[in-house]
C-alpha cells in the first residue's frame, strides 16, 4: 500500500501532526509513506526511517514546477492520501481513499495535535497508543555525547521563537541559566537557528557561566539524539517545544500572545509560565500595548517551575 502524506509548511506545525503520522505507521506498518514537504521541515521526514519518499514542493518556485509535482503524484498510484494542508490534491488522485478536500476541524482551544490527530481518526484509523520519538541513530548519538559534560544535568534552553513577540527576554533565560548552573550542577545547552544567534549572544554575554552553545549546529537528528539525554527543556513557544513534547521531555514552557491550551507542551510533568492579562492570549501578529505578557514575566517564576521539574 502506497500513502501519501501531504505536511504542513512550517518545522513547528510539522512536528505537531506527528500524533496523527504515529496513528497512521502503527496502523499501516507494511505501507510505503511519502511525505510532499516544504524546503523548511523536509529534514524533519528525510531522516526519518519510516518515509520511503519525501516530495519536496516549494511555493516560491513557478507554476510549471509545481504542476510537474503535482503530475508526478498523480501517476505514482497511491490508494490513501492524508492532507493536512486541505489541498485540493487529492481530488486529481484517481481512486485514492483520502481525507475529506473541504473539512477543517473545528480547533477551538484543544491542542493542535488532537487537531490533527481528527483528520486520520474519521478515516476510522484509532489513536497512537504508544509515544513517538524523533529519529536518530548511532552516529548522532556519538555526536551528542561529544557535547555532554559527564556528571551534570542536560539542560536544553531555548530563547528565540520565529516571532519577537513570543520571545523572553536574553536577561531572564540568563538569570535562570546561572541559577540551574550553580545550584542544581546543570549543563545548559542552547539551541535555535541560525536566525537566533543574535538572542542567543546576548544571553550568553549576560551570564554569570559559559552555556554549551549549539545554536546552528544541530539537525533534525542530533536535536532527537540531545532531547533524549535532556532533563528538561526551556523555551519559549517555538518548534523546539513541540520537539520537547514528541521526544516526551519535560519542558518549561513560556507563553505570552500564544494560547498553551492550543500550543502547550505535552510531555508529563510540563509546566507553563504566562501573566495573567485580561489581553492575554490575544494571538495577534502586533502588540497593542507593552507586551507585558511577555516582559512581565520573571525569572524567579521560570527557575521555580524548573526547579521543580529538576527535583521530581
Same mark, same amino acid.
Given at each position: 500500500?502506497?500513502?501519501?502524506?501531504?505536511?504542513?509548511s512550517n518545522l513547528g506545525d510539522a512536528l505537531l501532526?506527528?500524533?496523527?503520522?504515529?496513528?497512521?505507521?502503527?496502523?499501516?506498518?507494511?505501507?510505503?509513506?511519502?511525505?510532499?514537504?516544504?524546503?523548511?521541515? $523536509?529534514?524533519?521526514?528525510?531522516?526519518?526511517?519510516?518515509?520511503?519518499?519525501?516530495?519536496?514542493?516549494? $511555493?516560491?518556485? %513557478?507554476?510549471? +514546477?509545481?504542476?510537474?509535482?503535482?503530475?508526478?503524484?498523480?501517476?505514482?498510484?497511491?490508494?490513501?492520501?492524508?492532507?493536512? $494542508?486541505?489541498?485540493?490534491?487529492? &481530488?486529481?488522485?484517481?481512486?485514492?481513499?483520502?481525507?475529506?478536500?473541504?473539512?477543517?476541524?473545528?480547533?477551538?482551544?484543544?491542542?493542535?495535535?488532537?487537531?490533527? /490527530?481528527?483528520?486520520?481518526? +474519521? /478515516?476510522?484509523?484509532?489513536?497512537?497508543?504508544?509515544? &513517538?520519538?524523533?529519529?536518530?541513530?548511532?552516529?548522532?548519538? +556519538? $555526536?551528542?555525547?561529544?557535547?555532554?559534560? =559527564? %556528571? =551534570?544535568?542536560?539542560?536544553?534552553?531555548?530563547? %528565540?521563537?520565529?516571532?519577537?513577540?513570543?520571545?523572553?527576554?536574553?536577561? *531572564?533565560?540568563?538569570?535562570?541559566?546561572?541559577?540551574?548552573?550553580? +545550584?542544581?550542577?546543570?549543563?545548559?545547552?542552547?539551541?535555535?537557528?541560525?536566525?537566533?544567534?543574535?538572542?542567543?549572544?546576548?544571553?550568553?554575554?549576560?551570564?554569570?557561566?559559559?552555556?554549551?552553545?549549539?545554536?546552528?549546529?544541530?539537525?533534525?537528528?542530533? /536535536?532527537?539524539?540531545?532531547?533524549?539525554?535532556?532533563?528538561?527543556?526551556?523555551?519559549?513557544?517555538?518548534? @523546539?517545544?513541540h520537539a520537547a513534547s514528541v521526544a516526551g521531555v519535560?519542558?518549561?514552557?513560556?507563553?505570552?500572545?500564544?494560547?498553551?491550551? =492550543?500550543?502547550?507542551?505535552?510531555?508529563? *510533568?510540563?509546566?507553563?509560565?504566562?501573566?495573567?492579562?485580561? @489581553?492575554?492570549?490575544?494571538? /495577534?501578529?502586533? @502588540?497593542?500595548?507593552?507586551?507585558? @505578557?511577555?516582559? %512581565?514575566?520573571?525569572?524567579?517564576?521560570?527557575?521555580?517551575?524548573?526547579?521543580?521539574?529538576?527535583?521530581?
Amino acid at each position: 500500500m502506497k500513502i501519501l502524506v501531504i505536511e504542513l509548511s512550517n518545522l513547528g506545525d510539522a512536528l505537531l501532526t506527528f500524533p496523527a503520522l504515529h496513528a497512521l505507521w502503527q496502523s499501516y506498518p507494511q505501507a510505503e509513506f511519502h511525505v510532499l514537504a516544504s524546503p523548511r521541515n $523536509k529534514d524533519l521526514f528525510i531522516s526519518n526511517p519510516r518515509v520511503q519518499r519525501v516530495w519536496v514542493l516549494d $511555493k516560491q518556485a %513557478g507554476l510549471w +514546477r509545481r504542476g510537474l509535482i503535482v503530475l508526478d503524484l498523480v501517476l505514482e498510484g497511491f490508494q490513501l492520501v492524508v492532507d493536512f $494542508k486541505n489541498t485540493m490534491i487529492p &481530488l486529481f488522485i484517481p481512486r485514492a481513499r483520502h481525507t475529506p478536500v473541504f473539512f477543517r476541524p473545528r480547533p477551538g482551544n484543544r491542542h493542535r495535535a488532537e487537531t490533527h /490527530l481528527e483528520w486520520v481518526t +474519521r /478515516l476510522g484509523i484509532p489513536a497512537p497508543q504508544s509515544r &513517538l520519538r524523533l529519529p536518530f541513530d548511532v552516529r548522532e548519538e +556519538r $555526536k551528542v555525547e561529544e557535547w555532554l559534560e =559527564k %556528571g =551534570k544535568v542536560p539542560v536544553v534552553m531555548v530563547p %528565540g521563537a520565529r516571532s519577537h513577540l513570543k520571545r523572553w527576554s536574553a536577561a *531572564g533565560f540568563a538569570e535562570v541559566a546561572d541559577r540551574l548552573i550553580e +545550584r542544581h550542577q546543570a549543563q545548559v545547552l542552547l539551541v535555535g537557528e541560525e536566525q537566533e544567534r543574535p538572542i542567543a549572544d546576548e544571553v550568553t554575554r549576560a551570564m554569570r557561566n559559559r552555556p554549551t552553545d549549539l545554536v546552528n549546529r544541530t539537525n533534525v537528528r542530533q /536535536l532527537g539524539a540531545l532531547l533524549s539525554h535532556a532533563k528538561l527543556v526551556i523555551t519559549n513557544d517555538n518548534a @523546539c517545544l513541540h520537539a520537547a513534547s514528541v521526544a516526551g521531555v519535560p519542558t518549561v514552557a513560556i507563553f505570552g500572545p500564544t494560547d498553551e491550551r =492550543k500550543y502547550g507542551p505535552r510531555a508529563a *510533568g510540563s509546566a507553563v509560565v504566562r501573566r495573567t492579562l485580561v @489581553c492575554a492570549p490575544c494571538e /495577534l501578529a502586533l @502588540c497593542p500595548y507593552h507586551h507585558e @505578557c511577555m516582559s %512581565g514575566v520573571t525569572a524567579d517564576e521560570v527557575y521555580s517551575a524548573a526547579a521543580r521539574i529538576l527535583q521530581s
